[in-house]
């Protein structure tokens, strides 16, 4: 068994410039898809860490390149809606954190899974108009007490997203942004900041520094891309991320 990477427990050299290499794929993914990346990274950890480390981890870790790419799409952030956001947003953490939910994880998959695909494929279903301040609150509280409970936030919360925004440089700045803030609820909510991921302070680190440089280079893309173009990806991987929730339902009940 190989000694631990920089003193971190279970972190092998090989696995340590796996995930910093994940990290940055997962990231330029991301940005220049607006979907996916954070899925994909989450999926990849899984399969090293144990809940108790991965979930602080990989937020982090989300925070991390949500901060990076607010700021390289500064510009495009519909500043509006943020602070109604946030109120929903501390609202949704203060009480998911608290609240016990009865349901089953499978039936809050299957809900999510549902409730993305109508949201994607049906014309205006759930489109926030202009600065309606009371759809974005209620945003920021389902975005954020749902995600403390399954881990669909960026799905639910891109999806609805996508529908109130019609250029994809305001979509990706603005959702960056909000999912930070989701990502800090979150931590705050379950105390993740201190000596849970203290030891792996290097991965994240570098994990973070590979997705900035992947968000850099994504951004070319991203601002070059014909809107059509993006929008019918953006979709696809929308779709599949929804089925992929309603694969996990499925299991969770034992039907497949």
Do not use: C
Request: charged share 10%; hydrophobic share 60%.
């Amino acid at each position: 068994m190989e000694a631990p990477f920089l003193g971190m427990p279970d972190v092998s050299v090989w696995l340590f410039a796996g995930l910093v290499l994940t990290a940055f794929l997962s990231s330029f993914l991301g940005m220049v898809t607006g979907a996916a990346g954070g899925l994909l990274m989450l999926a990849v950890m899984a399969m090293f860490f144990p809940p108790a480390i991965l979930i602080p981890l990989h937020t982090v870790h989300q925070l991390g390149v949500g901060v990076g790419r607010m700021f390289l799409l500064w510009k495009y952030i519909l500043r509006p809606a943020l602070i109604p956001f946030l109120i929903g947003t501390v609202i949704g953490a203060a009480t998911g954190a608290q609240v016990f939910v009865a349901l089953p994880s499978g039936v809050l998959q299957g809900f999510l899974a549902v409730f993305v695909l109508s949201v994607t494929w049906t014309p205006n279903l759930m489109r926030i108009k202009g600065e309606n301040s009371r759809g974005y609150a209620l945003l920021g509280f389902a975005a954020t007490f749902l995600g403390i409970f399954v881990s669909a936030t960026g799905t639910l919360l891109s999806s609805v997203l996508a529908k109130s925004t019609d250029d994809r440089r305001y979509f990706s700045a603005t959702f960056s942004a909000m999912m930070s803030m989701v990502h800090i609820a979150k931590l705050v909510a379950f105390g993740f900041v201190g000596l849970t991921i203290s030891a792996y302070v290097p991965l994240v680190a570098a994990m973070i520094a590979a997705a900035f440089v992947a968000n850099w280079a994504g951004k070319f893309i991203l601002l070059r891309m014909k809107e059509e173009r993006f929008r019918y990806i953006f979709k696809i991987l929308l779709t599949l991320l929804a089925l992929r929730l309603l694969w996990a339902a499925a299991q969770e009940f034992g039907w497949l």
